[in-house]
């Protein structure tokens, strides 16, 4: 398979030597059985943990009945999620697609729809994904500097540097972007002065304020999403990864204000909002409610930074989302591989833990045992 890879498969990606045939809960298991704990969760999607029954049942009777009209006509399971999700976010209407990067470019063209302006303001460190746009708002050079031009004007304030935002907002500004949690970054959060100052300044400047939440949606914070710990409401709010745990969906979600000066044919997806992605993320949010997964991210969250600490003196993150400075960081991945533990690293002195909601003390302590004897490993190399 290895080779078969390298042979058909554009190399946009480097893997690491695994092959996954199966999962169950926060484990996954290779082709020879071999089983590893997962603490990145397909990148922070599998929330409710890999074929949890009630989400493979409910999947499993829609795929039966109906998979996909278009959105010429009605379905159901669309609906109700729409009426879920007004429930859980507090954002008034919706509409749907299949990624995180589709949800950022839906939500860039209300902003110029609703302002009539052009210039986007996004953050230092920012990641909202790969297509023309979202990747326009996105920060690093060397993903951005071949497609260039990309959509402009852009500017970019330094996070939590209120001066460098009231220079970079104007009369202008047709939105600013951001991830309360900058997550591809490596888990750096927003000041809560600093989200206040862009409220501050949207008042004064007439733009809407997006947070992108398709990392920090869906409970993996310890609340519903990140704004929730900060207590704003924002005009536009996108989501996806663990909208359907797993399950390919995206969505933006805006206030009544917006969604009355936006019309028919301004935005469509073919596949957005197909019956059976929404019975994925019905499904998804109603284990997170009946098994009480936030409060779970929250605790279990709390006691892995409190372990996660013991071997890092730079640990960041709210709930299940957590960021911690460990030099060597990509050798730590590699060879937590062979010791059966699924980790990410963000930049080689960093890593980021974002396993599913469903995950316990003991997988903890199992976690911070073997990463503390990777370190152990990894020291020994170079004393010698
Ligand atoms: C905050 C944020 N926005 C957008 C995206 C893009 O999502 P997708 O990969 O589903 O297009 C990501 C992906 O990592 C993300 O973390």
Redesign the pocket.
Known sequence: MFDLEREYLIPFYRRQRVLFVRGEGCWLFDEKGRRYLDLVSG?ACVSIGHSHPYFVERVFEQLKRLVHVSNLFYTKPQIELAMKLRGISGMEKFFFCN????A?ECALKISRKFTGKKKFVALVNS????TMG?LSVTWKEKFRKPFEPLIQPVEFVKPNDVYDLERKVDDQTACVII?LIQ??AGVFPMDVDFVKAIFDERDEHNFLVIF?E??TGFGRTGRWFAKDHYGFKPDVI?M??AMGSGFPI?CVGVTSEVAERLEFTEHASTFGGNPLACVASLATIEVIERENLIKNAEKVGGYFKERISELSEDVRGFGLMIGAKFENAFEIVEMGLKEGLILNATSEDNLRFVPPLTIGRREVNLAVEKISHIIDKLKYKTDR
Request: hydrophobic content about 25%; proline content about 0%.
């Open positions: 990148i990624s995180g990067t589709e950022v990641f909202h994904g790969r979202s991830e997550g591809e992108d398709v990392q996108t996806a990864k995206g």
